[in-house]
């Protein structure tokens, strides 16, 4: 009987697409992350030089997970998931995030209605959770016990997916780096280096993408390196002690260096490169402000988006 | 760096036994074990004589553990602590004031990057002056070319609160300027004592007192940077990224208003940069370019960067 019951199986080829499809449903965010429909278990990574927008790309994308996607019959076109927030970069406004939250609502509703709206910001907000990190060890170990926290408060809530959102993934890297030639007393003892942190933090992330329904998105300041530049071969700047360069086939092609290292390289499923086109195109000013230019890198779309910020959120050009 | 023996005390569960599985890996400290990958720790202790009790060690660490970062908040208490506590501090310039939303605010790290003579320790000088009359808290101002005058600071301070001479010895002249401590630093090294003496002041400062310390300026940073800062070496980077995230911290956790002012070097198409490279440039949360305008005693101030407004918009203003 037990021999039979084995061979039987759990569940058919339906259930199991039925189960998958509810439980890890696909992630359709706001532009301009709109481009590529994003899985769970993805890991998205924006870079980009400083300032290019990222954290305000980040905040939209919370705005739209926290949302619910129709909600005392309006619809929002939210996806109603839970946002962790993990700040290294202590660059997070939550007014900003507000402001823009507010100005969705009323968008969605065709005005703004005190009551109805104080409702439904309250159960958005409830959704959006928020920690900051100073250095590497408080990155472990908010990490280390995420996945316990998250157990516990997925007992409370009903079954919705999660996003991770890390603001700047390598802000502590060089203080990692200068913390490597520390000396440890004892033998056999891992030194604090930017590789070790990094492969704690890779590991800790990937035993929670196989276990809770979820997706990282993570920004990181890119220093730019060289500007090769193919129409105007006069204009070439020294270049910045590059490790290794690495091109994002297009007409000007910006070059960056590269400081993660493989093991975080090799867990990013998806890339975009951001920047501001404010000195590169000769006077590129929209009435907005400042035009910033995205660019799908993994996998490689051969076009780039434009944007701008507004008070509302991000708008596309 | 707490070494696991010293919490033998408060935590019976871990023993020796304890210690000693976890020495022979290489950890002896609570930072050792967040570097190492405690299920395969769990899976190598299997074949110890008890490995339920190292299970329940191995939970009360997780447990230390989860004390030793900044709790998870949600958006509902994010929004009460930060209209509780973060202020706007208003500088005193009128023009600047209107472009910033109401001045510079508490929590946030603003930098005001200029060319020589472009009015950044003047205004800095104004901004003490109205903080410490208008707002009745204290200014910590870390001066490190000795350009600080106590009687240009005076003469602010009277206009501020409305006396007509510098000598009027009433109680309010008086305790505005004491509320501004001046401190000399030459060097980085002395900067970060000093700043880790506030943090430990502001630690044990009771929050909505009157006299606690609310504005820190750094004039200026860049002097006490650039030195330290050469093309390949990483010590220099790592410094000025630690005191760059010594300063968010500040501003963050004890709800203080950081100004940092740089100098500026020459950039693409003759147009000066801020100073510090591209590494400097995520650490403030706000940027401010200053300019003195030639023949006229008006400084042109303009957005750099900002975290909640649009970049590009700017004023002029004067200080008398």
Not at chain 2, 135 to 154: E, I, P, Q
Not at chain 2, 270 to 287: M, Q, S
Request: with cysteine; charged share 20%.
């Amino acid at each position: 009987m037990e021999v039979r019951r084995w061979i039987e199986g759990d569940e058919t080829a339906k259930e199991m697409l039925e189960r998958v499809f509810t439980q890890r449903s696909s992630l359709a965010l706001p532009p301009p992350l709109h481009r590529i429909p994003l899985r769970s278990g993805d890991v998205v990574e924006i870079a980009g030089p400083s300032p290019s927008a990222k954290t305000q790309i980040l905040l939209q994308a919370a705005v739209s997970c926290v949302l619910p996607k129709e909600w005392k019959g309006t619809y929002y076109g939210g996806l109603g998931q839970t946002v962790l927030y993990i700040d290294l970069d202590s660059k997070f406004d939550v007014h900003r995030l507000l402001q823009m939250l507010k100005h969705r609502i009323v968008g969605a509703n065709g005005h703004s209605s005190s009551g109805c709206d104080e409702e439904i910001i309250n159960m958005c907000m409830k959704r959006f959770f928020y920690t900051c990190c100073y250095d590497s060890f408080e990155l472990l170990a908010t990490l280390k016990t995420l996945h316990y926290r998250l157990q516990r408060e997925n007992l409370a809530l009903e079954n919705h997916g999660h996003v991770i959102m890390m603001d700047s993934i390598g802000a502590f890297h060089w203080m990692d780096r200068a913390c490597t030639s520390f000396v440890l007393e004892g033998y056999n003892r891992k030194s604090i280096s930017f590789q070790n942190v990094m492969v704690i933090v890779v590991g800790e992330l990937r035993k929670l993408l196989s276990v809770h329904s979820m997706v990282v998105i993570c920004t990181k300041t890119a220093n730019l390196g060289n500007y090769v530049d193919d129409r105007n071969f006069g204009k070439r700047s020294a270049p910045d002690n590059p490790d290794s360069l690495r091109d994002i086939g297009n007409g000007r092609r910006p070059v960056f260096r590269e400081y993660m290292p493989s093991i975080w390289q090799s867990l990013v499923t998806h890339r975009i490169f951001v920047q501001a086109l404010g000195d590169q195109v000769a006077v590129r000013k929209h009435r907005d402000g400042m035009v910033y230019s995205l660019e799908w890198s993994l996998p490689c779309l051969s076009f780039s988006d434009k944007f701008v910020v507004t008070d509302a959120g991000i708008a596309l050009v | 760096m707490a070494p696991l023996r010293s919490l033998e005390k408060d935590y019976p569960l871990i023993d020796a036994d304890f210690q000693g599985f976890c020495a022979s890996h290489g950890i002896l400290t609570v930072e050792d074990l967040l570097i190492h990958d405690l299920h395969a720790l769990l899976a190598k202790a299997d074949h110890l004589p008890r490995p339920e009790r190292f299970r329940q060690a191995v939970n009360q660490v997780l447990c230390i553990v989860d004390g030793l970062h900044r709790p998870w908040l949600n958006g509902i208490e994010l929004l009460r602590r930060t209209s509780d506590f973060n202020r706007v501090l208003s500088t005193g310039c009128g023009g600047v004031d209107s472009l910033l939303n109401g001045g510079l605010q508490e929590g946030q790290v603003t930098e005001l990057a200029g060319p020589s003579s472009s009015g950044k320790t003047q205004f800095c000088l104004l901004a003490a002056s109205t903080v410490a009359a208008m707002h009745l808290c204290c200014v910590m101002y870390l001066d490190t070319g000795n350009s600080f005058s106590s009687k240009r600071v005076a003469h602010f301070v009277s206009r501020v609160l409305g006396t007509t001479s510098e000598e009027d010895n009433s109680r309010s002249f008086q305790q505005a300027m004491s509320r501004i401590l001046c401190c000399a630093v030459f060097d980085i090294f002395s900067m970060f004592a000093l700043l880790h003496q506030l943090e430990a002041k502001l630690k044990s400062q009771v929050r909505g007192s009157v006299g606690v310390v609310r504005l820190l300026i750094i004039d200026s940073i860049s002097s006490l940077i650039s030195p330290i800062l050469s093309g390949s070496g990483s010590q220099g980077r790592a410094l000025m990224i630690s005191a760059g995230a010594l300063l968010k911290k500040l501003a963050n956790e004890y709800n203080i208003a950081v100004a940092v002012i740089n100098h500026t070097v020459g950039g693409e198409n003759g147009f000066p940069k801020p100073a510090l490279g591209e590494t400097w440039k995520t650490i403030p949360h706000v940027r401010l370019m200053l300019s003195h305008d030639f023949g006229s005693k008006a400084c042109h101030v303009s957005i750099l960067k900002h975290i909640s407004l649009a970049p590009g918009a700017s004023t002029r203003f004067v200080i008398e």
